[in-house]
């Protein structure tokens, strides 16, 4: 069983940044992916970011955080983290990590992972 557990999460002003971590415990099979997901007020949940085990540790952001935000998983593969920087009012929202055994990896598809993390709020003020 897989356990996944953000910290990190918290207020900032507009332009400010934060860094979320996620340490995933557990056994989990190869190949895998890797996920940040967001939740915004009214709106659906989206992919941020992605980790593809399989494309040699390819990481795709979504357009919306681009040049602002970047993910990373550490060496021992426990340890998945997402900065952010420049932040916005409208990041505001609840953060997911998750992750599953498999062999492809897409950003905008959030039902491809069963292990879930309970999330992590994040507030920006203007």
């Known amino acids: 069983q897989l356990h996944l557990l953000e910290s990190g999460g918290g207020s900032a002003q507009a332009g400010g940044s934060l860094r979320l971590t996620c340490a995933v415990s557990g056994n989990r099979g190869r190949p895998f992916c890797m996920g940040w997901i967001r939740q915004r007020p009214g709106r659906q949940r989206e992919g941020v970011a992605t980790f593809d085990d399989v494309e040699a540790g390819r990481i795709l952001h979504a357009d919306s955080v681009k040049g602002r935000f970047t993910a990373s998983l550490d060496q021992d593969r426990k340890t998945w983290s997402l900065q952010k920087k420049n932040l916005k009012p409208e990041d505001s929202g609840k953060y997911y990590c998750?992750?599953?055994?498999?062999?492809?990896?897409?950003?905008?598809?959030?039902?491809?992972?069963?292990?879930w993390g309970r999330g992590a709020q994040v507030t920006v003020s203007s």
């Open positions: 998750a992750t599953d055994a498999m062999e492809y990896c897409y950003l905008s598809v959030l039902s491809q992972y069963n292990f």
